[in-house]
Nanobody
Framework: QVQLVESGGGLVQAGGSLRLSCAASGSSFSMYHMGWYRQAPGKQRELVASITSGGATTYVNSVKGRFTISRDNAKNTIDLEMNSLQPEDTAQYYC????????????WGSGTLVTVSL
């Protein structure tokens, strides 16, 4: 079992920055691939960025060059640094942990809201 708690969301003007954090507790953090998803009103949840247990990262095209995902296995945390935010980045952001051996085993945080105004 893994418990995930997100923090760092808020209201920011377009062009601004926010840093999201996700703290994990429970099972061995290093056994999980981690990711940030987001869901905007009326849209499907999408994978924004992921980082494997070994530190390899992927990003959805719309955030490449603007967002950076990182993890600290010693602190059991992942972060999402978000720069040059745009109104279309407005969404509920969720932290996800996926077992690297059995990917069907996955856990979600409750989310943190990011609102980007013009």
């Amino acid at each position: 079992q893994v418990q995930l708690v997100e923090s760092g969301g808020g209201l920011v003007q377009a062009g601004g920055s926010l840093r999201l954090s996700c703290a994990a507790s429970g099972s061995s953090f290093s056994m999980y691939h981690m990711g940030w998803y987001r869901q905007a009103p009326g849209k499907q949840r999408e994978l924004v960025a992921s980082i494997t247990s070994g530190g390899a990262t992927t990003y959805v095209n719309s955030v490449k060059g603007r967002f950076t995902i990182s993890r600290d296995n010693a602190k059991n945390t992942i972060d999402l640094e978000m720069n040059s935010l745009q109104p279309e980045d407005t969404a509920q952001y969720y932290c996800n942990a996926k077992d690297k051996v059995i990917p069907s085993i996955a856990y979600w945080g409750s989310g943190t809201l990011v609102t980007v105004s013009l």
